[in-house]
């Protein structure tokens, strides 16, 4: 279970035309002294090479609600690191429907999706006002040509996004509806309690039809069995804010069946 769960790691609005666009801003926060550098890229690296990273050339970009920061078929050059806020990432299905893919919170890593053909794969969209750490992927690979340090950690981070990718093929495969959205909400408690966040009280950034999306459910079987949840006292949900009454009870909903 826990395996599967520590893999994850509203309609769309207006949004900016291109990532270009998204001007970046130069760090005021170094790396060494980020309050985020536990859950991000430099978390196990050497000093040597975390003073190497942060002699490259990125900088940090702000996204309002609703906006782009890259969209599917962009080039790629970036990989973006969630200083704060939330992001949806989601690709266009051939009858016009948006499928999400995946949600990202403060300290995760976006914009892997375009390494393999050197474009994106995705489109990511803020959920709220948002900022990012852009980090140019083409000096992040010179640096780490002959650093077997700096190539380990790209590595670790193509494993994540397979694992990742692998550990939803899972949830969609093998899961009924309550096994899913919990799955789901003790996914979002872990990855926020990992963040200093309250792990049994808080705000869903994402409307239930994303969920929905996401987990390959109904937006009438998302609140048909957030319901069910209330009814078994295993939550309180107001609207968007959730509050975990019996965390225990909600891990016992979640059963992998792989057979």
Do not use: W
């Amino acid at each position: 279970m826990s395996a599967i769960l520590e893999a994850f790691v509203a309609p769309v609005r207006p949004a900016v035309s291109r990532q270009e666009n998204l001007s970046p801003v130069p760090l005021k926060t170094l790396c060494a002294n980020c309050h985020l550098n536990a859950a991000c890229i430099p978390c196990g690296m050497a000093s040597c090479d975390l003073q190497r990273m942060e002699g490259l050339n990125f900088g940090r970009r702000r996204i309002k609600v609703g906006q782009t920061l890259y969209r599917e078929g962009d080039r790629f050059q970036f990989i973006y690191a969630v200083r704060s806020g939330t992001f949806k990432s989601s690709l266009m299905l051939a009858d016009g429907r948006e499928q999400i893919s995946g949600f990202y919170m403060t300290g995760e890593l976006m914009g892997l999706d375009g390494v393999a053909n050197g474009e994106h794969a995705s489109s990511a969209t803020a959920l709220e006002d948002t900022e990012v750490c852009a980090i140019p992927y083409a000096h992040l690979t010179e640096l780490a040509a002959g650093n077997p340090g700096m190539q380990h950690l790209l590595s670790r981070l193509m494993s994540r996004e397979i694992v990742r990718e692998h550990s939803l093929m899972v949830l969609l495969g093998s899961m009924n509806a309550e096994e899913r959205l919990a799955a789901f909400l003790l996914n979002l408690s872990q990855r926020l309690k990992a963040r200093g966040y309250s792990s049994t009280e808080f705000h869903l950034r994402m409307s239930r039809a994303e969920i929905g999306s996401y987990l390959g459910m109904t937006l009438e079987t998302v609140s048909r069995t957030f319901s069910t949840f209330q009814q078994h006292r295993l939550l309180e949900v107001d609207k968007r804010h959730i509050r975990v009454i019996d965390l225990d009870g909600l891990a016992r909903a979640f059963e992998v069946r792989l057979h």
